[in-house]
């Protein structure tokens, strides 16, 4: 029987199961690789140091437990003041962050020039530190929980402005574009089409920032800005190891409960809306 034997065009070619990478991406990975080596040093990584220290990180936790409550009623009502600048400071700022999503959206903003001038404010209050927003807030207002609630309004305007913006540009313009058509004015659009439209994506970007708040609020107490973390300075500061294991406790009853709620309320938003 006569051997059959297929040509070259008609054997199936095999596509390789790695690219080779470009002289390019080689050197890139290169200088990434070294620079994350060099970071390493910089960053003062050193294996010695952890485990000496490893044996104090024991007797820190062992002077733990059990937690002490002598001072429950205090941070208990401290827990109270940190999940009110959470939830004012979230709200408020998201209150205001629906105007400037407006001026930054690019189907809204009256025009460009107002566009980037908003976007380059927005950007500007997500890019500073919530510690650099709540030091400059105790040294205007003083200490206390203003100064913390002023700097998650800051901190949640960057935060929401800008998925309100993106949300509000995601919206399909056929509605607006037939509203357009029959005279009615952009504020007109904007309430009955744009905001109804965004509604679902800035519902659950409000709940991300009120979780994301009630964290930072945390920090906040640690440079005066008023909440819990005031509390927890003062405990490991006094070597009150115990204290501070019941502030953290506490701490971690509060964001999981924060962000149970925030869940099963997005949850009940995504059943709504399919």
């Known amino acids: ?16 199961r790695f690219q080779r990478p470009s002289w390019l991406s ?6 990434f690789l070294g620079f994350f080596l060099w ?15 490893l044996p104090n990180m024991g007797t820190i936790a062992g002077e733990m437990f059990p937690p002490a409550t002598d001072r429950a009623g205090p941070i208990m009502e401290a827990i109270l003041v940190t999940f009110q ?33 908003t976007r380059a404010i927005i950007s500007f209050l997500r890019t500073v530190p919530d510690l650099a927003w709540a030091l400059f807030f105790v040294v205007s207002v003083g200490l206390g929980p203003f100064a913390g609630t002023l ?30 058509a029959i005279g009615t004015s952009p504020l007109d659009r904007i309430a ?18 009120l979780e994301k708040a009630v964290r930072s609020s945390v920090v906040l107490g640690l440079v005066g800005a008023g909440g819990i ?25 509060l964001v999981y409960a924060v962000e149970h709620l925030s869940s099963r309320l997005r949850e009940s938003l995504m059943r709504q809306s399919q």
């Open 1 to 16: 029987m006569p051997e059959i034997r297929l040509s070259d065009q008609c054997k199936p070619s095999l596509t390789p």
């Open 26 to 31: 080689t050197a890139l990975f290169a200088l």
């Open 39 to 53: 970071s390493l040093a910089g960053a003062g990584m050193s294996i010695s140091d952890l485990i000496r220290g």
């Open 85 to 117: 600048m959470a939830l004012v400071g979230t709200v408020i700022g998201v209150i205001l962050s629906i105007p400037m999503a407006l001026l930054a959206a690019r189907n809204t903003s009256p025009h460009p020039l107002v566009r980037h001038v």
């Open 151 to 180: 700097t998650i309004i800051v901190d949640t305007i960057g935060f929401c402005g800008r998925f309100f913006a993106e949300a509000m540009e995601e919206v399909d313009p056929g509605p607006s574009e037939a509203l357009d």
């Open 192 to 209: 009955v089409v744009q905001i109804p439209g965004a509604l679902p994506s800035m519902i659950n970007t409000s709940l991300f920032s």
């Open 229 to 253: 973390g005031a509390e927890l300075a003062v405990s490991m500061e006094m070597f009150r190891y115990d204290q501070a294991a019941y502030i953290i406790l506490m701490i971690f009853i």
